[in-house]
């Protein structure tokens, strides 16, 4: 059904330009339409598009979905003063392009987020989301999600009072993350937490604490994104107090380059732990595997590897049963590394005057659980090297780590979707 799009173009006026925008010639069987000024719909000073009725009746849309409906939102940037909210399933939002419909939040008085959704089978495409109080679209406690050409900004100075999330799909069975944009987050451009069966591609994540963070998520594909500019690039991690652990990610084919940016997130949160200039970071993960990904120029290391006793999170909520504070069964190979560990940041800083220059592709802090004979972590990857920080131990001991052939004969599995979501018949 489509009777959203015929209801908000109402509201708003927008019939001849949505003509205009969509025409195209004769080559796809339509007519253009000449659109004049008059025609096109009033803005303020901000470009705005002056429509009182536009919130409510957009609100009332998502309020009466069903499952099937389509909600069109033309193109114009519409100025939102509180949360939108969206709880039945089957429902897709879709606007004309992530640069052409814009929803945003500046003015907000009402409520943190966006958008937060609860419902099943959701797809949110060709819109952007700017400037919430909180987080940008969370999705929460639902299964097969998409999210596809859909940006999240933050469009001032970094700061921790920007929202924490970009898009946060969180305790979600099948999503799906592509061709988007995040930037400006306080915590995470994009994040997938307590999740699984997940596929993040061909995504750019700048100008976030986190670029790209995959969290307490089983089975998950991280390929052909962009991560620049943040503090770190792509996280994978375990966090002690969540209900449940992850494992089974796979990052590859990404440009994860030059994420030196100052980290701006809130004081207390995990990822203010993140030093400057972290490429790749596996947290207390378990079966990751890093491979055929370009990563360069990430002034404290371009893959970091590390237990939780490295990285001073908040413990109040304590920490559950099932945590295991240790990295193992890490794999890294045939990435192409370039520069990096040039200019390690804070706690990391001392560590090159101990190790006598630039650090090597690879750090690991080298915590080892007792119970566990061998970690499984595993560089073999050209002339890349892998160095024991020996962190317990003030770096007392530090040690590049001499590898044989360690690569598993049995790899990771890629993951699969939906046939439906992923626009397969």
């Known amino acids: 059904m489509k009777m959203a799009l015929k209801q908000l173009m109402a509201a708003t006026g927008l019939a001849m330009m949505l003509a205009a925008c969509g025409g195209g010639g004769e080559e796809n069987g339509t007519t253009e339409t000449q659109v004049t000024e008059a025609d096109m719909p009033e ?4 470009g705005f598009i002056i429509d009182p009725e536009f919130q409510a009746g957009l609100q009332e849309q998502l309020l009466d979905a069903q499952p099937g409906d389509v909600i069109e939102i033309p193109a114009g940037k519409y ?7 969206l709880t039945g399933n089957g429902v897709t939002i879709r606007g004309a392009g992530m640069d052409a419909t814009i929803l945003s939040f500046a003015n907000q008085t009402s409520g943190a987020e966006g ?12 819109i952007a989301i700017e400037d919430p109080k909180g987080d940008a679209i969370k999705i929460n406690g639902t ?6 050409r859909v ?3 933050w469009t001032g100075e970094p700061s921790e009072e920007n929202g924490a999330y970009g898009l946060y799909p969180v305790q979600v069975t099948n999503v799906l993350i592509e061709d988007s944009v995040a930037r400006g987050a306080s915590d995470a451009g994009i994040y997938v937490g307590q999740s699984d069966n997940v596929i993040v591609r061909n995504n750019l994540a700048e100008a976030n604490v986190a670029g790209i963070e995959i969290e307490n998520t089983n089975d998950a594909d991280v390929y052909g994104n962009r991560a620049t500019n943040n503090t770190g690039g792509i996280l994978v991690f375990n966090m002690p107090n969540l209900p449940r652990p992850g494992s089974r990610t796979r990052v590859y084919d990404n440009d994860v380059v030059s994420n030196n940016h100052a980290n701006f997130a809130a004081a207390g949160t995990a990822v203010s732990s993140v030093p400057p200039g972290s490429g790749v970071i596996i947290n207390s993960n378990d079966y990751v595997e890093i491979f055929d990904n370009r990563i ?7 893959v970091i590897i590390s237990s939780f006793y490295s990285t001073g999170f908040q413990t109040d909520r304590g920490i559950a049963d099932a945590y295991d504070p240790f990295p193992e069964n ?6 192409e590394f370039s520069g990096g560990g040039t200019a390690p940041a804070k706690a ?17 802090d080298g915590y080892v659980n007792p119970e566990v004979d061998d970690p499984q972590i595993c560089v073999s990857n050209g002339d890349a090297q892998l160095l024991n920080i020996d962190r317990e131990n003030g770096f007392a001991n530090m040690a590049i780590v001499e590898m044989d052939d360690c690569v598993p004969d049995e790899r990771l599995k890629e993951i699969t979707l939906p046939d439906t979501m992923m626009g397969r018949p």
């Open 115 to 126: 958008l937060t959704v609860t419902g099943d089978d959701f797809t949110i495409e060709d």
């Open 79 to 85: 100025s939102l003063t509180r949360s939108l909210s």
């Open 296 to 302: 360069a120029d990430n002034n404290t290391g371009n």
């Open 348 to 364: 990391y800083a001392e560590l090159k005057t101990a190790y006598g220059g630039d650090l090597p592709a690879v750090i690991w």
């Open 143 to 148: 299964k097969n999600v998409v999210i596809r």
């Open 330 to 335: 890490i794999l890294v190979t045939g990435n």
């Open 43 to 46: 803005t303020d000073e901000n």
């Open 151 to 153: 940006r999240t900004e």
